[in-house]
């Protein structure tokens, strides 16, 4: 079965860059990224690959190259330590996949 | 405003059955898709399944196919996820999710956490 595999943790300094992968045997279908804060309900960041939602920082973007989806979160702040998610929905089988997330961490 | 506002969090026993609910305000119900995502505390998430309201139309991950009902009553603006009965490892925070297109999860209920222990 197709399945989604994100790095377990990325680490990075405030300011810096945090780049999240999202792997797949072929991506063929669109990829949309999760931010879940401790304790709360999941958030939808960045859907279609790369469109960003109303609401979202322009700091998040995404991209996808057909076998790995990005999630760029540009000068990185305190407040986006968090766990990430991708998700696709799988057309052939019609079935949601997600990856199994990345911790954030800001140093 | 969308808003989707799940059920209290409970604790059950083994082979106890449950109804968890998730009412949705701000759109017009009948018009999309519900979904349904379980997240195990500390782990990633996991699809259930989805359905839509205007004619209880759904599907099912393979993995929850038999396991859960989803069901709504349009009447309400209500989502239910059902289980007739629970196990251990049904503990498990269970969020409803309001699909935009059968593409992501645009909104979000909060969550509700069961417990299932001896």
């Known amino acids: 079965s197709f399945v989604l595999t994100q790095p377990p943790s990325v680490s990075v300094a405030p300011g810096k860059t945090a780049t999240i992968t999202c792997g797949g045997s072929s991506i063929g279908s669109s990829v949309h990224w999760y931010q879940q804060k401790p304790g709360q309900a999941p958030e939808l960041v960045i859907r279609?690959?790369?469109d960003r939602p109303s609401g979202i920082p322009e700091r998040f973007s995404g991209s996808n190259s057909g076998y790995t989806a990005t999630l760029t979160i540009s000068r990185v702040e305190a407040g986006d330590e968090a766990d990430y998610f991708c998700?696709?929905?799988?057309?052939?089988?019609?079935?949601?996949?997600f990856g199994g997330g990345t911790k954030l961490t800001v140093l | 405003e969308v808003r989707l506002v799940q059920s209290g969090a409970e604790v059950k026993k083994p082979g106890e059955s449950l109804k968890i609910s998730c009412q949705a305000s701000?759109?017009?119900?009948?018009?999309?898709?519900m979904a349904w995502v379980r997240q195990v505390p500390g782990r990633g998430l996991e699809w259930i399944g989805i359905i839509h309201p205007a004619d209880s139309d759904s599907r099912h991950s393979p993995s929850f196919q038999g396991q859960v009902t989803l069901s709504v009553d349009k009447s309400t603006d209500t989502a239910y996820l059902q289980w007739t009965s629970l196990k251990p490892s049904d503990t498990a925070i269970y969020y409803c999710?309001?699909?935009?297109?059968?593409?992501?999860?645009?909104?979000w209920g909060q969550g509700t956490l069961l417990t299932v222990s001896s």
């Open positions: 998700q696709v929905w799988e057309r052939s089988s019609d079935q949601v996949i």
């Open positions: 701000g759109y017009r119900f009948s018009d999309y898709w």
């Open positions: 999710a309001r699909l935009m297109t059968r593409d992501y999860f645009q909104f």
């Open positions: 279609y690959d790369d």
